[in-house]
């Protein structure tokens, strides 16, 4: 399964700011 794209965000989970790529598949 290939993402249509890549989003640039910023990781929840603590407080020290990664940067995460989100690949998102548009499921329509």
């Given at each position: ?12 989970y ?15």
């Open positions: 399964m290939k993402a249509d794209r890549v989003v640039r965000s910023t990781c929840p603590c407080g020290v700011g990664c940067q995460v790529h989100l690949n998102v598949k548009n499921d329509t």
